[in-house]
């Protein structure tokens, strides 16, 4: 079993900054990736930033330059710095991990609520 917990989430006001934490636990030996997605009322589920266990990281379009994902491997820990927020990044975010077959595990989400 995989656990993946997040926290950071939140109300801010349009550019401002929020900082998302997800802590793995359980069976997690060897996952590779992992990242996190987003859910907007009304939407599908959308990636918004990856990373590797070798710090490769991918982004989606709509957050490049204002998101920054990193991670501590000792801590099992994905984070995602959220700079000048928009409203339209209102969403609930998931944390994701990738682990070595391929399989998904996901959080329960925490909510990010960006006011103009």
């Known amino acids: 079993q995989v656990q993946l917990v997040e926290s950071g989430g939140g109300l801010v006001q349009a550019g401002g900054s929020l900082r998302l934490s997800c802590a793995a636990s359980?069976?997690?030996?060897?996952?590779?990736?992992m990242g996190w997605h987003r859910q907007a009322p009304g939407k599908e589920r959308e990636l918004v930033a990856t990373?590797?266990?070798?710090?490769?990281?991918n982004y989606a379009d709509s957050v490049k330059a204002r998101f920054t994902i990193s991670r501590d491997n000792a801590k099992n820990t994905v984070y995602l710095q959220m700079n000048s927020l928009k409203p339209e990044d209102t969403a609930v975010y998931f944390c994701?991990?990738?682990?070595?077959?391929?399989?998904?595990?996901w959080g329960r989400g925490t909510q990010v609520v960006v006011s103009s």
């Open positions: 990373i590797t266990r070798d710090q490769n990281t």
């Open positions: 359980g069976s997690i030996f060897g996952y590779n990736r």
């Open positions: 994701n991990l990738q682990d070595t077959l391929g399989r998904d595990h």
